[in-house]
């Protein structure tokens, strides 16, 4: 790994709010990638694929590498609002960093993938009053590319995803929404509110831009255990089935375990397309 340009960099007041900055050298603004890590919300550190990294910065593309608070101290959705922070953060210092603020992908896998999906889906949420500058810009993205992700963390609709499985009994879900799966119909309203508002389907729309999505196994893989099913690529199949009626572009590609295939040869051609050529 090269070493980063700008290491540890705090983007917030927590101590997790960290980011690693790697600028590709260029005359002009350059897009950005912003890298998410996976962990169930409850481990990891900042962290991007060597490959993707090294092929970005050869193209042009500047790489940031994040990490966000854990679950069980902080629940949802403090993750996927420092993740927002954190894109926010970037276009705050654009200038001093030679970045382009219309050109901001992001990537991730498993939580960080979900995470990716939800900033990419979910509407604006620059406050152009707030007195902190960083939370005036906007969280809005270019493109999403994420490996083995949850489109929903709504455990009633990993249920029905998957019936006859415990799936939807994820431990680092109960952590997230801090809740007994025992009791998931007779929760508070304001949980299951939660469980809406940090799941990317819920806040797709036709402006929404479009994604890249692989997976380790197949859509006839058995689920024989919560992890084969929280990873599994029918939660990529639902969000392809939306957003092809809605005529955004969703690629799906499964069993790379098997195939020996890379993400990376998928990934940085996808990434190029969206970040160095408008998508055309």
Known sequence: MPPPTHADVKYGPHDRHVMDVWLAESDKPTPVLVSIHGGAFRHGDKSVSRPV?????????????????FTPDHIAPAQHQDAARAVQFVRHNADKWNLDPTKIAAVGGSAGAGM??????????????NEDPVLRESTRLTCMAVNNGQTSYDPRFIRK?????????NSALAQLFDIDMKQLDNLPAEKYKLFEEVSALTHLTADDPPVLMTYDSDYDTPISSRSIGIHHPRFGKVLKERMDKMGI??????DFKKTG??????????????LLTDGK
């Open 53 to 69: 990294l090294r092929e970005c910065l050869k193209s042009g593309i500047s790489v940031v590498a994040i990490t966000y608070r």
């Open 116 to 129: 990716s999906l939800w900033l990419g889906f979910h509407d604006d949420m620059a406050d152009p009053k």
């Open 161 to 169: 995803l998957y019936p006859g499985t415990d799936t939807y009994s």
């Open 249 to 254: 572009e969703c690629v799906v590609h499964t």
């Open 261 to 274: 295939n890379t993400r990376a040869n998928q990934v940085v051609p996808f990434l190029k397309k969206h």
